[in-house]
T-cell receptor
Framework: KAGVTQTPRYLIKTRGQQVTLSCSPISGHRSVSWYQQTPGQGLQFLFEYFSETQRNKGNFPGRFSGRQFSNSRSEMNVSTLELGDSALYLC?????????????FGPGTRLTVL | QQPVQSPQAVILREGEDAVINCSSSKALYSVHWYRQKHGEAPVFLMILLKGGEQKGHDKISASFNEKKQQSSLYLTASQLSYSGTYFCGTENNQGGKLIFGQGTELSVKP
C-alpha cells in the first residue's frame, strides 16, 4: 500500500499570504490529523477530520483551517501568514477502527514564511 | 493538556539501556509511542491501552501505569539505529485527540 503523501514538500511564502497544504491518506483510512512541528514546541495538534467532519481541534487561531473530501484527502489552509507559522506540517492517517489506532505520518510539508 | 516527557535528552553507548517517561495530569485512555529520525516522519512503535499490559518487540518495550497516569518506554541493549527523537502521544478518551509530548532526543554512540 502506498503511504501517506503530502504536497508540496517545501514552500516559501511571505507574511500576509495564504497557503494550502494537501494530504492524501493511506487507501482505506478515513481519519486525517494535522500537526505542526517546530524545534521549540514539538508536535502540536491542529485538527482531525473523519468522514469530512472535523472531529477534534487543537488550540490554534482561526487562521488555521482544514477540510476533508469524500475520498478522505484533506487540505489545510493558513491565511495571513506570520513568521511564527514557519514549521514542518505533518499529516497522519488512521482507519479508525474504534480502538486506539496507529497513526501513519506523511513526510511533511516544510513551510518557510519570510 | 500536553504530556510531559523526561528526560529531554539522553546519550548512550551501544549496548546500554535507557528509560523514557511520559506523564499526564489527566486520566489516560491510551498512550502511543513514536520515534522520529532527523529529517524523517515519526514512525509508530507501539500503543498501550488503559487496562493493558506491558508491550514490546525486539528490545523495546513499554508499560502503562493508569493510577500514576504515566507510561515508560524501555530500550534495552541499545543499537545505533535507536537514535532519534521519541514522542509519546496520549488520548484522554476513546476517539479523542492524540496529544504529543515535547519529545526525548536519544543519541546512541559507538
Amino acid at each position: 500500500k502506498a503511504g501517506v503523501t503530502q504536497t508540496p514538500r517545501y514552500l516559501i511564502k511571505t507574511r500576509g499570504q495564504q497557503v494550502t497544504l494537501s494530504c492524501s491518506p493511506i487507501s482505506g483510512h478515513r481519519s486525517v490529523s494535522w500537526y505542526q512541528q517546530t524545534p521549540g514546541q514539538g508536535l502540536q495538534f491542529l485538527f482531525e477530520y473523519f468522514s469530512e467532519t472535523q472531529r477534534n481541534k487543537g488550540n490554534f487561531p482561526g487562521r488555521f483551517s482544514g477540510r476533508q473530501f469524500s475520498n478522505s484527502r484533506s487540505e489545510m489552509n493558513v491565511s495571513t501568514l506570520e513568521l511564527g507559522d514557519s514549521a514542518l506540517y505533518l499529516c497522519a492517517s488512521s482507519l479508525p477502527s474504534g480502538a486506539p489506532d496507529t497513526q501513519y505520518f506523511g513526510p511533511g510539508t516544510r513551510l518557510t514564511v519570510l | 493538556q500536553q504530556p510531559v516527557q523526561s528526560p529531554q535528552a539522553v546519550i548512550l553507548r551501544e549496548g546500554e539501556d535507557a528509560v523514557i517517561n511520559c506523564s499526564s495530569s489527566k486520566a489516560l485512555y491510551s498512550v502511543h509511542w513514536y520515534r522520529q529520525k532527523h529529517g524523517e516522519a515519526p514512525v509508530f512503535l507501539m500503543i498501550l491501552l488503559k487496562g493493558g499490559e506491558q508491550k514490546g518487540h525486539d528490545k523495546i518495550s513499554a508499560s502503562f501505569n493508569e493510577k500514576k497516569q504515566q507510561s515508560s518506554l524501555y530500550l534495552t541493549a541499545s543499537q545505533l539505529s535507536y537514535s532519534g527523537t521519541y514522542f509519546c502521544g496520549t488520548e484522554n478518551n476513546q476517539g479523542g485527540k492524540l496529544i504529543f509530548g515535547q519529545g526525548t532526543e536519544l543519541s546512541v554512540k559507538p
